[in-house]
């Protein structure tokens, strides 16, 4: 038997069946706990009568908890340092990570399944790698705190609070969902004569990031032993770090001129 029901987040229409205990809107993929009254089964007699039931209501569990989307990713107990202009709310911990989706849902050139994208990478992050939800930064438009909104002043923030105090040993990861764009190189340092950026939600407004501003943000203050992985799903990003050399399937690992 199925029922109907309202994302009370996203207020998406869709069904469910009676007996699942754990409901994820297909949507935003909001954890909504099922409270439709249900009667108790007698135990089964059989070998597998009882334990398979809770072994996938265990995994199921286990699945929602890793799923559950952050929406305001360890904010009673996280630390936004001030130099980023944020309030000190945790510990910087060994492993950090900013993940950055940007849907652009009110413009005519939306996407569709950048937030998803990030948390998928979320449930990666913590289900392969050990990351910690308190030590990450989740940004998307559907943040309910201002802060964690993708603009152009809060994703320069995040990158900062990423590198703050780095040191040996700490992995670190940036993750971004969104357009990317390309403008004229006016400092001279482009093999292609133009600058690859990243675009905020309020890019029209107060403009793109450049990537010669990510690589003084994220890469120039890492130390010895500090390791950055950059993931970033965007047009014209694959120089979007400013690094010294790029990999080339072909010729493998290149200096650029």
């Not at 450049?210 to 390791?227: A, C, F, S």
């Amino acid at each position: 038997m199925e029922i109907k029901i309202i994302c009370h987040r996203c207020k998406q229409k869709f069904s469910a069946s009676t007996t699942t205990e754990i409901i994820i809107c297909p949507q935003c993929r909001t954890v909504i706990p099922n409270r439709t009254p249900r009667k108790q089964s007698p135990p089964s007699g059989g070998h597998y009568g009882s334990s398979i039931p809770s072994l996938i209501d265990n995994l199921l569990k286990k699945l929602c908890l890793a799923l559950k989307p952050a929406t305001a990713p360890g904010l009673s107990s996280f630390v936004y340092p001030k130099s980023c202009g944020l309030d000190n709310v945790g510990t910087l911990g060994n492993k950090r990570a900013v993940l950055c989706g940007v849907s652009y849902k009110k413009w005519k050139y939306k996407l569709k399944g950048t937030i998803n994208d990030v948390f998928n990478m979320r449930a990666l992050l913590i289900q392969y790698y050990e990351y910690r939800d308190e030590n990450m930064l989740i940004l998307t438009e559907e943040q309910p705190d201002a802060r964690l909104i993708p603009t152009k002043a809060n994703i320069e923030s995040s990158l900062k609070w990423l590198v703050k105090d780095c040191r040996s040993g700490d992995s670190l990861v940036f993750y971004y969902s969104g357009h990317g764009l390309r403008q004229p190189d006016f400092e001279d340092d482009e093999i292609d004569g133009f600058d690859e950026t990243i675009c905020p939600v309020d890019f029209l407004k107060e403009g793109m990031i450049v990537d010669n501003d990510i690589y003084k943000t994220i890469v120039q203050p890492l130390t010895e032993g500090v390791r950055l992985h950059a993931i970033v799903d965007a047009c014209h990003s694959g120089t979007i770090l400013d690094l010294e050399h790029y990999y080339d399937n072909n010729e493998h690992l290149v200096p650029r001129q």
